[in-house]
């Protein structure tokens, strides 16, 4: 137990000092919020209830599948792998500490978003607090799930950057963060709901949380976790 509180404490200090977390988990949302909120509140302040949600789901996602993916890559495609299997470290271990700590990560980063949103853009906080943050744990361990399998699944980095692009992207453009998504096609509606950020934006709004918006979110984390597994237990023969 001891050794993996170090491994977590390890991890946290590693990713701290990481340009590539430091910019999917912080820069890059914090910036996409400081000028989309104004945006959008401008446009349509009818948008001040939800923009704290819609940040959120932007922040995650790109943290998610971004910015995890690749420190994935690296410690499973390189010597760290072996360093574990010479020390006798089991292989879940790195996969759990990059989790638990890209988790914080993006906690802290909703939560920057959570605090300065009222202030600088007159957003409306949500109306039942521990739901919100119970909503938004939720979607950041679903989206983490997909991230672990991008990362644990593909082993060239031009090719993981092209695919976490294409789970990123449709997750902000269909969702509903950006505008409503009844006001797209049928088909593009429904391209949407395979992306897990529609249901844990739906998740996340005033009285959104309801097992119909939870469903597939939990449907998909089992899903991850079995797929996880069955990767992590080829690894051992590589």
Known sequence: MNGFFYGVALQWKLDIRSRSLLVTCYIVPLIFF????????SVMPEMRSTLIQSMA????????FIGLPPSLMETYGRDVKKAYKANGVPLYL????????????????????????PV????????????????????IIVSLGIGSILGLTVKNQA?????????FLPSIMLSGIMFPAGLL????????RIFPASWGYRLM?????????????????????IICVILLGKQKYK
């Open 34 to 41: 400081l000028l989309m909120g104004g945006i959008f509140t």
């Open 185 to 192: 096609p049928d088909f593009l509606e429904t391209i949407g």
């Open 159 to 167: 090719k993981l950057t092209m695919i976490a692009q294409l789970v």
């Open 57 to 64: 789901v932007m922040s995650v996602s790109m943290g998610a």
């Open 205 to 225: 709004v005033d009285n959104g949380f309801e097992f119909k918006n939870l469903w597939y979110l939990i449907f998909v984390f089992f899903t991850s976790v």
């Open 94 to 117: 790195g996969l759990i500490t990059m989790f638990l700590s890209s988790f914080v990560h993006l906690m802290l980063a909703c939560g920057i978003i959570f605090l300065f949103a």
């Open 120 to 139: 600088l853009f007159g957003a409306v906080l949500p109306g039942d607090l521990p739901l919100f943050f119970l909503a938004l744990a939720i979607y």
